[in-house]
C-alpha cells in the first residue's frame, strides 16, 4: 500500500511541476505580447508624427493631461498619514 501512495505522490508531484511551467510560459506569452503591442505603438505614434505633426502634437497633449489628471486622483497614491 506505501508503494502506492508514493506513485500518488510523484504524480501529484509532477502535476504541481507542470503547473509550475504552464505559469512561466503565461509569463513569457504575456511579456511578449505587451512588449509587441509597445514597440506597435510607438511605430504607430511615429508614422502619425512624420504624416500629421499637429494631430500627433494633439494626442500626446491629451495623453499628458490624462497622465497628470490621473496622477492627482489615483487613490493608490501616497497617502499622508496622520
Avoid: H, N
Avoid at 44 to 71: D, E, F, G
Amino acid at each position: 500500500m506505501e508503494r502506492v501512495l508514493q506513485y500518488w505522490d510523484d504524480l501529484d508531484d509532477l502535476i504541481g511541476a507542470c503547473g509550475l511551467l504552464a505559469e512561466r510560459l503565461r509569463r513569457i506569452a504575456l511579456f511578449t505580447l505587451s512588449t509587441l503591442l509597445f514597440l506597435g505603438f510607438c511605430g504607430a505614434t511615429i508614422m502619425l508624427a512624420l504624416a500629421k505633426p499637429p494631430m500627433a502634437l494633439a494626442v500626446a497633449t491629451l495623453l499628458l493631461v490624462r497622465l497628470m489628471y490621473r496622477a492627482v486622483t489615483d487613490p493608490s497614491g501616497p497617502r499622508a498619514t496622520i
